[in-house]
């Protein structure tokens, strides 16, 4: 056979591995230390119990014969594409049930997406960013240019006439950086890839953590039903990262090069995916209905309460940062030049605390470090209490 020699053009992913592997080691050497990890995106809050009792519910309706169910709708059952549409019809953005395909992780949908683009298309990503985009566009045998986000552009990089492309990835919130596109910013965008014939792919795994007047969908810009397809996720929103559910939204409408790019989704989900349990859908369903709303805002303010102790902590020492309102990250500019690694080392070291080095998300980050605001109050407060004492 023949290998996708695409692989041999990756590089291989030593973030979280390396992260795990110095923890480890100063670990080991220092017992007597507690050491807090601010490092991993992930949640930490249990599944809210509006969640819990919907698939508790389902659970045992299929263990019954009259309410037993096999395979699934390859794009999700009805009750949760409209829950999600509704969702969407909230903000004032006009998805209809049939353009939204449940998925299990907006991980999956990044990566499957590029089925229904050709072989060599030009994807242009932001860097730094959410690793997905670079490597699943290599492994596709696409080409990629960067978007550079800086000190400057407030990590939100803006689109630049003379650069064409056929993809182009937004990540708002943005992770690793914390930074949110608003409603010109992304007018801007639209226009943009309206003039290119490209299409957004545009990723609001952390659209529930907007507060300010700020886009949380990228449908509520004008003309981005012609040009955008959305993924979403529930990881972040409603705890979703071991459970599992994402979707992906896609304008029936939306046409490029003679096709259809809804029809050739449907087509692709049909011929490559089985639905998403019923189970995980009714918990799904369950997060966006009233009662899980509300559990799930609180965990969110919960979150959001650890973000604000994070820049706090940065403003008192004066240091550069992005993020920390409206998104769970905050991206600081290491101090005294440091590198994002020098400053890891650091950072262990002094104050026992384990952050993400930024150079891990693209070349921009080299000299930036992501916290994460998804540990406990506990620790959060422990840890800027150690930060402060390290740096002041
Ligand atoms: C966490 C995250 C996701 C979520 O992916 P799932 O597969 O739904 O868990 C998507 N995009 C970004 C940028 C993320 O940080």
Redesign the pocket.
């Known amino acids: 056979m023949k290998a996708n020699k695409n692989y041999q053009n990756l590089q291989d992913s030593y973030l979280f591995a390396t992260i795990g592997q110095k923890v480890k080691a100063y670990s080991e050497a220092n017992s007597d230390k507690k050491i807090i990890r601010m490092g991993i995106?992930?949640v930490t809050l249990p599944l809210a119990p509006a969640v819990v009792a919907a698939m508790q519910k389902a659970v045992a309706e299929m263990g019954e014969p009259e309410t037993f169910r096999g395979y699934g709708d390859y794009y999700g059952c009805d009750f949760l594409r409209t829950a999600i549409s509704d969702y969407y019809k909230k903000k004032d953005a006009k998805i209809s049930h049939e353009e939204v395909f449940v998925?299990?992780?907006?991980?999956?949908?990044?990566s499957n997406i590029l089925d229904i683009f050709a072989t060599g298309s030009v994807a242009l990503v932001p860097d730094p960013?959410?690793p997905?985009y670079v490597d699943t566009n290599i492994m596709a045998g696409n080409k990629i240019i960067y978007a550079p986000g800086n000190e400057e552009n407030n990590f939100l990089p803006m689109p630049d006439e003379g650069v064409k492309c056929d993809i182009i990835y937004i990540?708002s919130p943005?992770?690793?950086t914390g930074a949110v596109y608003n409603k010109e910013q992304l007018q801007k965008w639209v226009n943009y890839a309206i003039a290119q014939d490209a299409i957004i792919l545009y990723?609001s795994?952390?659209e529930a953590f907007i507060t300010d007047d700020l886009p949380t969908t990228i449908f509520q810009i004008e003309g981005a039903e012609k040009c955008a397809i959305e993924?979403?996720?529930?990881?972040?929103t409603a705890g979703?990262?071991g459970t599992?559910?994402?979707y992906a939204i896609i304008p029936s409408t939306l046409e490029r090069d003679g096709m259809n790019l809804h029809k050739m989704w449907c087509r692709r989900q049909a011929t490559k995916y089985n639905a998403l349990p019923y189970i995980i859908q009714r918990g799904a369903e369950a997060a966006f209905l009233p009662e899980g709303l509300a559990q799930n805002k609180k965990n969110i303010e919960y979150y959001m309460q650890n973000a604000k102790l994070l820049s706090a902590t940065l403003d008192e020492l004066g240091i550069w940062y992005s993020g920390g309102k409206n998104a769970p990250y905050v991206w600081l500019k290491c101090p005294d030049g440091l590198k994002s690694w020098d400053f890891f080392d650091m950072l262990i070291e002094k104050a026992n605390v384990v952050g993400t080095p930024g150079a891990g998300f693209g070349s921009q980050g080299e000299g930036f470090f992501r916290l994460s605001a998804f540990g406990s109050k506990e620790n959060t407060t422990e840890a800027m209490e150690r930060v402060k004492k390290f740096l002041k």
């Open positions: 995106g992930d998925s299990d992780g907006a991980k999956c949908d990044v960013v959410y997905v990540c943005n992770n690793p990723d795994a952390y993924i979403g996720s529930l990881s972040k979703f990262t599992r559910c994402g």
